[in-house]
């Protein structure tokens, strides 16, 4: 069997990170459409070596096509990936628009692929700094029982979308010619700097990064008692989201068991030699498929607690790989 696919966003970082997904994992296309907006539309992007010309986004941009994965914004989600669904589509949505509505499917397919249920609709794929975050929270919190999070986040720019990307090689161009610096994308000069201000601030003083960690976290582990607190932070880096996670448990750790059970987990690549200075780098995982954890060790304080270093490409476990994951539950 074979299905139609539409990618809408297929000119943005994570929509040709979908079409690159799509192409290695051999995903079972029959046709493949790449929607977008009217900037890009007649625009070309290779797909297994043929050209597949962008289409502008439509309402009927979904007649045929069994399978639509969005990452055009939430806006665009909302007013479209209903619009998929009515013409008969499985929608995948990388936006926030759908993750905490009640009845929408949230799902990382290593930790929550019973979610999915049997009524294929919207299906939301969480936020890149969660999914890399509950990749090693769900075997500790199985073996464990995961209490509290306290977590900072070091997230790429890759995660502001392309603009973002051509933004900090910009500014870091500028910097190191003493050229006036241009900013676009974030309020304070990027490169050579660390924003502690991801998405927008909200009245209890965190930022909706930092909400949508707390929420989507208890929403995927289907455990409403665990606590976490977030600072979520914007470095100069391209690709990858690092991680500090601080996680309390009911019950003393044992670092060697943590390592056994972090490693036993699909899709979780241990990296903890510190002697050899081998630890999870942005610049190794940067288009790799794995999660990789590594710092582990025990609080110096709390026997029932550890520290963890978490590193992932944002772009591919943290939005297009996920996505594609999911479609693939389908499949069997
Ligand atoms: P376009 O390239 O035509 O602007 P990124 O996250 O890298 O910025 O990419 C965003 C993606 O979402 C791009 O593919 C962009 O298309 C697409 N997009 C943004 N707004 C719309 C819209 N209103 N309708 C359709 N696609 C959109």
Not at 128 to 152: E, F, G, N, W
Not at 226 to 242: C, F, K, L, Q
Request: aromatic content about 6%; overall charge negative.
């Amino acid at each position: 069997d074979r299905y139609n696919v539409a990618v809408v966003g297929a000119t943005g970082a994570v929509g040709r990170t979908m079409i690159a997904t799509l192409e290695e994992r051999k995903f079972p296309v029959a046709e493949l459409r790449l929607l977008a907006s009217s900037r890009s539309a007649g625009s070309q992007l290779p797909f297994h070596g043929e050209p597949v010309t962008v289409q502008e986004l439509q309402d009927d941009s979904f007649q045929g096509m069994d399978l639509a994965l969005f990452s055009a914004g939430a806006a665009t989600s909302k007013q479209f990936a209903p619009k998929a669904v009515e013409a008969g589509c499985i929608a995948i949505d990388n936006s926030s628009a759908f993750r905490m509505e009640p009845g929408i499917p949230l799902v990382v397919p290593e930790v929550n692929p019973e979610a999915i249920g049997d009524q294929p609709g919207i299906i939301a794929n969480p936020n890149c700094s969660t999914i890399q975050m509950v990749m090693a929270l769900k075997p500790l919190h199985d073996r464990y029982r995961v209490r509290r999070v306290i977590v900072s986040t070091y997230q790429s720019v890759s995660g502001s979308g392309q603009k973002a990307i051509d933004e900090l090689v910009r500014q870091s161009q500028s910097a190191l010619h003493c050229e006036p610096m241009v900013k676009n994308v974030y309020p304070h000069q990027i490169a050579f700097n660390c924003l502690p201000h991801i998405d927008s601030f909200l009245d209890n003083g965190y930022t909706k990064e930092e909400m949508k960690m707390v929420n989507e976290t208890r929403k995927i582990m289907g455990d409403d008692s665990i606590n976490v607190t977030p600072t979520t932070v914007r470095v100069p880096v391209m690709y990858a989201h690092s991680e500090s996670v601080y996680v309390e448990t009911d019950e003393e750790i044992d670092v060697a068991e943590v390592r056994r059970v972090l490693s036993a987990f699909p899709g979780v690549s241990v990296v903890d030699a510190p002697e050899k200075n081998e630890y999870p780098l942005a610049i190794d995982a940067a288009g790799r498929d794995e999660v990789m954890v590594g710092r582990i060790r025990k609080d110096l304080a709390n026997p029932k607690a550890l520290n963890l270093w978490v590193v992932c490409d944002n772009l591919r476990k943290g939005a297009a790989l996920n996505a594609v994951q999911i479609a693939e539950l389908f499949l069997r």
